[in-house]
């Protein structure tokens, strides 16, 4: 299985600071048509996960802008520009290019 | 407006079977792949596996930690998906979604508890 390693686990911010997230593969996550099935998920406490990010860098439906996302082949980034209250939770990666689907193990912000 | 809604959970003793419903509604329920996926408590999500759309047969796809205890199956006529599990053990013991998974986007359920103990 595909290991998606996140770092840190934990993140501490105020509101406005601008933090990253990183996410590392154990394998490329480019598939052999050009693709990368990476995918960022915000979990609030008690909710389902919720889109950030699809395919690295594109915004979700309703996502605020102050996300984005980069990076290729094994090394991803999260970053939210301008930390917000509704922001804090638990960040995950995962990635859909390898059978089975994996999630990474999570980021947790906490808001100071 | 997309739901998706499971149930079925509950508390279940050790090597005992349970299965989960989600109902589907607000899209075409066969054009999608469906999936479940688990959430021990305080961990990381775990993909369980996937049942394709009509067009690709409705097949289906097991992660390898559940393949043979755990089956995936969808009731089109009625857009309920299901989730069979048996012999389960108190590593089962999490929150299960349902979800439909697509390249540039997705729906989550609200997730049903499971609990395995004795």
């Known amino acids: 299985d595909v290991v998606l390693t996140q770092t840190p686990s934990t993140l501490s911010a105020t509101i406005g600071q601008s933090v990253s997230i990183s996410c590392r593969s154990s394998q490329s996550l480019l598939d052999s048509a050009g693709n990368t099935y990476l995918y960022w998920y915000l979990q609030r406490p008690g909710q389902s996960p919720q889109l950030l990010i699809y395919l690295v860098s594109n915004l979700g439906s309703g996502v605020p802008n102050r996300f984005s996302g980069s990076g290729s082949g094994t090394d991803f980034t999260l970053k939210i520009s301008g930390v917000e209250a509704e922001d804090l939770g638990v960040y995950y990666c995962?990635?859909?290019?390898?059978?089975?689907?994996?999630f990474g193990s999570g980021t947790k912000l906490e808001i100071k | 407006e997309v739901k998706l809604l499971e149930s079925g959970g509950g508390l279940v003793q050790p090597g005992g079977s349970l299965r989960l419903s989600c109902a589907a509604s607000g899209f075409t329920f066969t054009d999608f792949y469906m999936s479940w996926i688990r959430q021990p408590p305080g961990k990381a999500p775990e993909w369980l596996g996937v049942i394709r759309n009509k067009a690709n047969g409705y097949t289906t796809e097991y992660n390898p930690s559940v393949k043979g205890r755990f089956t995936i199956s969808r009731d089109n006529t009625q857009n309920i998906l299901y989730l069979q599990m048996n012999t389960l053990r108190a590593e089962d013991t999490a929150i299960y979604y349902c979800?439909?998974?697509?390249?540039?986007?997705?729906?989550w359920g609200q997730g049903v508890m499971v609990t395995v103990s004795s």
């Open positions: 979800a439909c998974l697509y390249t540039t986007g997705d729906y």
């Open positions: 995962m990635q859909a290019t390898h059978a089975p689907l994996t």
